[in-house]
């Protein structure tokens, strides 16, 4: 096989969030990670992180001497905007300056405003089920909107609002700590009405300025599927969950209101429209089998496919899962696709080199069915601090020292490096031998 070529305009680069990558921010997930026992998984926390918010121009230098053209990152929220309605203008210079720096390096900045983490402020008051959440996102995003929408066109609303539903609602991991069906979908309910009017005060400046300005959410696609040799029922368990996690908040985005069954069928303000592309995150797959003694699930017991690898964490890699994902949301909304996220927990940089390389062929593949994919943004650029997780799974294409905080390029850094440089992706052979 010969190398492909990419798209020519064709977006390539790494995606990163705030509280991941910054350190020194209190909002809250700091809060939570202050608990006893532990509630991460290592007993780490993100206070220092990987010290991107002082080493950002250093950092971004590094990914664009890597021939990347695009970065993706998210504003934090916290920061911008420590108490109710009074702005940080020191935190919105320090993201200004970030936009620049992505400029100078000809990398083109894609913003996210709400990745998974929220002010303490908010938080303390019912987070984003509050009835005054969506007014109070739209302000901030106005905010962020006037301050680097004369320099940034790709924006992202909210990051992955079913996967915040389901771990901070349903399955308690994340804050708010909550498990219940009722709470998750008031989550849901509450994330698409904050999409609505973060999208709708991003748009706002940009018509009042003559900006442009193109708006999504990051989607979360984990397709749910009925296990090999299901029954009716593993069948029937797989319909609700899945339509829930994967369609839901789109289908209700295109219709301009909140459907059922999250919803009562009303129209939302501000709903219709607030697309201007798709972003998606794509890392996995499951398999569902039904299981009575799951009722916080709809019963669906999730699993990955026994016959697929997996990565560190577990989740079954499947590349052409991708490529399905991008055909599917292309036939269905008819927007340009962005992939805003892909990669793989793997501590040893063994299965990254190949999964990098199915996966952007996945890509090429939904391109050459017809898909209008704009870029491909890789989760992520430095090892950081994953969640619940706390610094045990690695998605890096640099390994970031805990001690020390030195990044040194993984042999996957390279390879994305050279995909980035010649625009194209290299064939499957030579990548085995790479790995090796
Ligand atoms: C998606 C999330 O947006 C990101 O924050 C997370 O680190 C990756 N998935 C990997 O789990």
């Not at 929220?118 to 303390?124: D, H, I, M, Y």
């Amino acid at each position: 096989m010969t190398p492909r070529r990419l798209p020519s305009e064709f977006l390539l680069g790494c995606a990163t969030a705030a509280h991941q990558v910054e350190g020194g921010i209190e909002n809250d997930w700091s809060r939570f990670e202050r608990q006893r026992p532990s509630p991460v998984a290592d007993g780490s926390d993100a206070s220092t992180a990987i010290d991107h918010y002082r080493r950002y121009a250093e950092d971004l230098q590094q990914l664009a001497a890597g021939d990347q053209d695009a970065h993706r990152f998210s504003v934090e929220w916290a920061r911008v905007e420590p108490e109710a309605g009074c702005f940080d203008s020191a935190a919105l210079r320090h993201y200004r300056d970030v936009v620049r720096v992505c400029r100078r390096l000809d990398m083109e900045p894609v913003v996210t405003l709400q990745h998974f983490t929220l002010p303490r402020w908010l938080a303390e008051r019912g987070g984003v089920v509050n009835p005054a959440a969506p007014r109070l996102f739209a302000r901030y995003a106005a905010a962020c909107a006037e301050t680097l929408g004369d320099s940034v066109v790709w924006w992202l609303t909210i990051n992955e609002p079913a996967v915040l539903a389901v771990q901070g609602y349903l399955n308690g991991l994340w804050p708010p700590q909550q498990r219940s069906i009722g709470g998750a979908l008031a989550a849901l309910r509450g994330l698409l009405r904050m999409h609505a009017a973060g999208a709708s005060a991003v748009h706002d400046v940009a018509r009042r300025h003559g900006w442009d300005a193109r708006v999504s959410v990051a989607h979360h696609e984990r397709r749910l599927r009925p296990r090999a040799g299901a029954t009716p029922l593993d069948r029937a368990a797989a319909v609700l969950p899945d339509f829930i996690f994967n369609r839901w908040f789109l289908r209700s985005c295109v219709a301009g209101r909140m459907l059922p069954p999250v919803g009562d069928g009303r129209r939302v303000p501000d709903l219709r429209g607030s697309l201007d592309f798709l972003g998606v995150n794509y890392y996995s797959e499951d398999t569902v089998s039904f299981d009575a003694r799951v009722p916080l699930t709809l019963f669906a017991s999730m699993a990955p496919d026994p016959d697929l690898p997996r990565s560190a964490f577990g989740w079954a890699i499947h590349p052409a899962g991708l490529r399905r994902a991008l055909n599917e949301l292309w036939l269905e909304t008819r927007l340009p696709l962005l992939v805003t996220e892909n990669g793989v927990a793997d501590n040893d940089d063994e299965l990254r080199p190949r999964y990098i390389v199915a996966h952007l062929n996945a890509v090429l593949d939904a391109i050459d069915d017809g898909a209008d994919v704009r870029g491909y943004l890789h989760w992520t650029a430095w090892d950081n601090f994953e969640w619940a997780e706390g610094y045990t799974k690695r998605f890096g294409l640099y390994a970031v020292d805990r001690e020390t905080l030195s990044r040194t390029p993984k042999p996957s850094a390279a390879l994305f490096a050279e995909i980035c440089r010649t625009r194209s992706v290299p064939d499957a052979a030579r990548v085995t031998a790479l790995a090796r």
